[in-house]
């Protein structure tokens, strides 16, 4: 069993009088850099000149170019998106590392497969929030944080654990629970965990749920009520007090549904599947693929972006949530879901 670490177990000093930068301002960026902030660090934002630049200054930030603020820091914190660290890192950071700085990551995915190797002279860590960078930010403004994974993997200081520990703590994420881990456990687990559960599989059991109802012959409105819409208010009960908390509030005739005609639909040939899901990111090669894809200019990653979100599920619940602007009020700036 894993030791979970709390606000109170960790000291974060040694991040004190230590200059960050970090580089990108998306999801995990602007959440980042901000909770830091607001937890008393110095921190400047590398970026290049567009979106993410004119909202990083808006926000207040000492904005540089990648390389400048790469060069001036001791801790360089890369969210960039995974798929074009690698070429940003070699152009603009590598020769900036200098003997007692950190080089650290949020997804161990290029250190573990390897395209990206620092220096030995540098720290590399990694704190992996283990949620969305926009729930990250609200969770740590409303007093609360989203758990971390923490990992090292150089240690040339000898601080090396320490900063990661200090980092999340900065982030907020002690307050929720902050785990031990690896770049490998860390990089297979949350690929494994998005892939099979948390978005592939949660996503695609909405979309046939949604088209099951849609194809016998039920409104498109109702299905959607019922297979997606729904899903957040149980969800939020899961997340409060477990399924057991979430059944709670739920009809004995649910959960008599639920127990019965649940492991029909998801059960061990589920598991075998999941289980190929997982060898496939174990052996590198999901890595390896979704590297090509990107090689080659994203053709299939483009298309299926395109007809996802083009899907008679995505069209109706966009019309429906029109109708609802209290589900949206404040929690996502649209301009980010629109403009990504
Ligand atoms: P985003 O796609 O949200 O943000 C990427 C940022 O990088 C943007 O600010 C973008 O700026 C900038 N950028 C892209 N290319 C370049 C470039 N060539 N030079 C300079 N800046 C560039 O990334 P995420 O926050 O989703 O992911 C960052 C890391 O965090 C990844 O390692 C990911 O695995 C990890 N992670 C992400 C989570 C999440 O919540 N999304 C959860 C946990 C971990 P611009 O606006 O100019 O394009
Ligand atoms: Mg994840
Ligand atoms: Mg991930």
């Known amino acids: 069993t894993a030791t979970i ?8 000093s040694v991040l004190r009088n230590k200059k960050i930068a970090v580089i990108g301002y998306g999801s995990q960026g602007h959440s980042q850099a901000q909770n830091l902030r607001d937890s008393g660090f110095s921190v400047a934002i590398g970026v290049r000149p567009g979106r993410s630049w004119d909202k990083a200054v808006r926000d207040g930030f000492d904005v540089k170019s990648v390389k400048e603020a790469a060069a001036e820091a001791d801790i360089v914190m890369i969210l960039l998106p995974d798929e074009r660290q690698p070429e940003v890192y070699y152009k603009e950071i590598e020769q900036g590392l200098e003997p007692g700085n950190a080089v650290a990551f949020s997804h161990g995915f290029n250190i573990h497969f390897k395209q990206i190797v620092p220096p030995d002279f540098v720290d590399v860590f990694m704190v992996a929030p283990k949620g969305p960078g926009h729930f990250c930010r609200r969770t740590y403004l409303e007093g609360g944080g989203v758990p971390a994974f923490v990992a090292v993997q150089q240690n040339a200081t000898g601080d090396s654990e320490k900063l990661a520990f200090a980092w999340a703590k ?3 994420a002690a307050r929720g629970g902050v ?3 690896t770049f490998k456990e860390e990089t297979e687990t949350d690929l494994f965990g998005e892939q099979a559960v948390l978005m592939g599989g949660l ?3 909405i979309q046939a749920g949604f088209e099951t109802l849609v194809e016998a012959g039920y409104q498109p409105e109702n299905a959607y009520f019922e297979t997606f ?3 957040k208010m149980l969800t939020d009960l899961m997340y409060e007090n477990g399924l057991t908390g979430m059944r709670y509030s739920c009809s004995d005739t649910s959960k008599w549904g639920d127990f019965t005609e649940g492991p029909y639909v998801i059960n061990e040939d589920t598991k075998v599947r999941m289980k190929n899901v ?8 999901f890595a390896k693929g979704w590297l090509l894809e990107n090689k080659v200019g994203r053709p299939m990653f483009n298309a299926l972006m395109e007809k996802e979100s083009n899907s008679q599920l995505e069209q109706v619940g966009r019309e429906l949530r029109k109708l ?3 589900v949206k009020a404040g929690k ?9």
């Open 5 to 12: 670490f709390y606000d109170k177990d960790i000291d974060d």
């Open 170 to 172: 900065g982030l907020g």
């Open 179 to 181: 785990l031990v881990t």
């Open 203 to 205: 996503t695609h059991l």
């Open 229 to 231: 819409h729904e899903m």
């Open 278 to 285: 997982l060898k496939k990111i174990q052996s590198g090669e």
């Open 324 to 326: 609802m602007p209290f």
């Open 332 to 340: 996502q700036d649209s301009e980010d879901i629109t403009a990504n």
